[in-house]
């Protein structure tokens, strides 16, 4: 089972140097910092390896978990007790940072690009021989993966929704490709963006190996496949989703029996389970976002009322305060982690590949992948599954089943709120708080985060 800490006991001097001096830049911004001159360059494949262990690789952003409508404060003073961003967040304010002018949400993925970036340049000069190549290419694929799933992260919370008809012409991130701090990069157009996450990870699918060990949080071919499927289900290319899906499954396939798996642990899952491919959290500890953190938060009810008493995931994936009837969330894919997953694993995978075969009206397909998944998560001998009338049926079944599934996972549910109001779902957010009413409207810009103030020293100021 993997142990993020022995990687960073084991990180060679050069890797230890870079962490000292980008992760005191995180404290404003991670891309003002200039590169030290007395930093020892990484000489071998393990040396670089290492650096792609370091964890803030692949971890990503806690805003869509603020934001979504997975959970409420029901009290309002348990409102005014968290950070002011946190509080903005929660009721979408204008001004969501509170006037903080870096946030790590952004910086963080930013730090993984430039390890990535590191990398992708080091290894252009390395010399390797003919009995290294299968080792080089699954550490390069590695690096172009990492880039790929940071990039992603940062175009789907700080640029508009994808929409091929309009992305050619609106702003997105700047695209950072090499490991030169003192690059002024302009801001590339939302479709840029995607091109070069595409490309990178059509790079990292012919690197990578395709097993997947018990180093979790290393990249492997399924996993590179699962980020294109998740990426595509986002851009509304139904059809290339599913092309993904399919190719990770023929890969790896593997679910949890949920009859296996303790109802009453508040860490029921292993942190290398064998339904996660790639193992990564979020990177910012808000007290809302932690698990069992905040006592007088709840998972919405609405949403627990999804599930039934044989559903298996109402006791797996929450529990219930005697005292005051509230819903907590337990330690899900993060094992002992109290950082929630955004990671990629098989189940999320299958419910791409349902919604896909949904939307083509192949009604068999979507029942059959929905029920390999779904005999796994009751109890033993109580669940049955009718055949779609319609559709619109399979349809609806598919998207509920993924808000049950996914809850609490990679910022899923506020990516699919984006996604589908694309698809007229005509999903409006409400707070309540006090006398107060805070409303999301469908097709506000509030559904997009505003990039920090201070980053445009890092990019030409071309908004």
Not at 58 to 70: M, R
Not at 74 to 97: C, G, M, T
Not at 313 to 339: P, Q, V
Request: net charge neutral.
């Amino acid at each position: 089972m993997m142990n993020i800490n022995k990687y960073i006991t084991s990180i060679g001097a050069f890797l230890l140097l870079f962490m000292s001096l980008y992760i005191t830049a995180c404290k404003d911004s991670f891309l003002d910092v200039k590169p030290s001159t007395d930093i020892v360059s990484p000489k071998t494949l393990d040396d670089f390896q290492q650096m792609l262990d370091y964890p803030r690789i692949n971890q990503t952003s806690a805003l869509p978990f603020l934001a979504s409508d997975e959970y409420s404060i029901p009290e309002e003073k348990d409102w005014l007790a968290q950070s002011n961003l946190e509080r903005n967040v929660y009721i979408w304010s204008d001004d969501r940072y509170g006037g903080q002018t870096s946030i790590e949400d952004f910086n963080y993925p930013y730090e993984g690009i430039f390890y990535a970036n590191s990398v992708i340049s080091g290894m252009e000069n390395l010399k390797e021989t003919g009995s290294d190549r299968k080792k080089y290419n699954h550490i390069l694929g590695q690096a172009y993966f990492a880039r790929a799933f940071a990039c992603f992260d940062l175009v789907k919370n700080f640029a508009a929704p994808y929409d091929a008809v309009s992305t050619g012409k609106e702003l997105g991130i700047p695209l950072k490709r090499s490991p030169n701090i003192d690059q002024v990069v302009e801001r590339s157009t939302i479709q840029e963006n995607y091109d070069q996450i595409l490309s990178d990870l059509n790079r990292a699918t012919s690197l990578l190996d395709a097993l997947i060990t018990a180093n979790r949080n290393r990249a492997n071919k399924p996993s590179a496949y699962a980020l294109a499927a998740r990426i595509y289900l986002s851009m509304r290319d139904y059809e290339s989703a599913e092309k993904y899906a399919d190719s990770c499954l023929v890969l790896y396939d593997k679910l949890i029996d949920y009859n296996t798996v303790s109802l009453t642990a508040a860490a029921p899952f292993t942190l290398g389970n064998e339904e996660s491919m790639l193992y990564s959290t979020v990177g910012r500890n808000y007290s809302l976002v932690l698990y069992a953190s905040t006592q007088n938060m709840s998972i919405d009810t609405d949403l627990y009322n999804l599930y039934t008493d044989n559903d298996l995931r109402k006791f797996i994936f929450f529990s219930k305060n005697a005292a005051n009837g509230l819903i907590k969330t337990k330690r899900g894919y993060s094992g002992s982690s109290r950082f929630p997953y955004s990671g990629l694993a098989t189940d999320e995978i299958y419910l791409i590949k349902a919604e896909c075969a949904a939307r083509k009206n192949e009604l068999y397909t979507c029942k059959d992948y929905l029920f390999k998944l779904l005999s796994k998560r009751y109890k033993t001998g109580t669940f049955t599954m009718d055949n779609f009338s319609t559709q619109d049926e399979a349809l609806k079944k598919v998207l509920t089943e993924r808000r049950k599934e996914l809850v609490w996972r990679a910022g899923l549910r506020w990516d699919d709120i984006r996604r589908l109001n694309k698809e007229d779902a005509n999903i409006s957010l409400t707070r309540r708080l006090g006398n107060r009413t805070y409303l999301l409207e469908i097709g506000s810009p509030r559904f997009t985060f505003p990039i920090p103030t201070n980053e445009s020293i890092f990019y030409t100021n071309n908004k």
